[in-house]
């Protein structure tokens, strides 16, 4: 059985840090692309970051891009979103998905469509 969890989101400040989590198992990990989505209220899911099988891509939201980062470690089967410079439009709740790829290809994936796996989500709620 496939299992995303998620946790290391909470309250902040507009400036502040804070780390997501997300442990992955019962999946061969390193078939996966992961990613980071994330959904405000009474919003539509959007795609946050995406990181390759290997590492070797990575893709964020431009409204993100510069301030947050996207990392794995395929033998922890583990990966974070670190999120500096918070702003209260980041407040939303964040989803770790998997994507299973079947080719050699490093890419990542923005559609919500193509992700086979997700977690409960985390909230990150960021105050002015």
């Known amino acids: 059985q496939v299992q995303l969890v998620e946790s290391g989101g909470g309250l902040a400040q507009a400036g502040d840090s804070l780390k997501l989590y997300c442990a992955a198992s019962?999946?061969?990990?390193?078939?996966?692309?992961m990613a980071w989505f994330r959904q405000a209220a009474g919003k539509e899911s959007e795609f946050v970051a995406g990181i390759s099988r290997a590492g070797r891509a990575t893709e964020y939201l431009r409204s993100v891009k510069g301030r947050f980062t996207i990392s794995r470690d395929n033998a922890e089967s583990a990966v974070w979103l670190q999120m500096d410079g918070l702003k209260p439009e980041d407040t939303a709740r964040y989803y770790c998905?998997?994507?299973?790829?079947?080719?050699?290809?490093?890419?990542?994936?923005?559609?919500?469509?193509?992700?086979?796996?997700w977690g409960q989500g985390t909230q990150v709620t960021v105050s002015s």
């Open positions: 019962g999946l061969t990990f390193e078939k996966y692309t």
């Open positions: 998905a998997a994507d299973q790829i079947f080719t050699d290809r490093e890419a990542v994936d923005r559609s919500l469509s193509s992700y086979d796996y």
